[in-house]
């Protein structure tokens, strides 16, 4: 079984593109109707340069890779917060 990779890019304006699929350059220019992209880099901490994204239409689209969250849902209210993150003696109050 082949694994499926989900890819998504945002812009500056915050306008998202979902189910970009494997090539997201070919599929990102299709939807915007254009036929050139230019790369989009970033400089690390460690003095790398990284490739993030591309340039389309005066657009700057960072790609995301999409992955599965595993982890599980957790709904406190503030009380609960304040309980597990303070000692005994700073129980809430009503008010």
Same mark, same amino acid.
């Given at each position: 079984?082949?694994?499926?990779?989900?890819?998504?890019?945002? =812009?500056?304006?915050? =306008?998202?593109?979902?189910?970009?699929?494997?090539? @997201?350059? #070919? $599929?990102?220019?299709?939807?915007? %109707?254009?036929?050139?992209?230019?790369?989009?880099?970033? =400089?690390?901490?460690? %003095?790398?340069?990284?490739? !993030?994204?591309?340039? !389309?239409?005066?657009?700057?689209?960072?790609?995301?890779? +999409?992955?599965?969250?595993? %982890? #599980?849902? +957790?709904?406190?209210?503030?009380?609960?917060? !304040?309980? $597990?993150? /303070?000692?005994?003696? /700073?129980? @809430? #109050? @009503? !008010?």
């Amino acid at each position: 079984m082949t694994k499926q990779t989900w890819t998504m890019a945002r =812009d500056q304006y915050g =306008d998202t593109w979902h189910d970009l699929g494997p090539h @997201p350059r #070919r $599929e990102l220019l299709k939807r915007l %109707g254009r036929s050139s992209a230019a790369k989009m880099y970033i =400089d690390t901490k460690a %003095g790398e340069t990284k490739h !993030i994204g591309y340039i !389309i239409a005066g657009r700057w689209l960072t790609i995301y890779t +999409v992955t599965e969250w595993t %982890g #599980r849902a +957790v709904r406190m209210n503030i009380h609960q917060l !304040i309980r $597990e993150n /303070s000692g005994p003696e /700073s129980e @809430p #109050r @009503p !008010i």
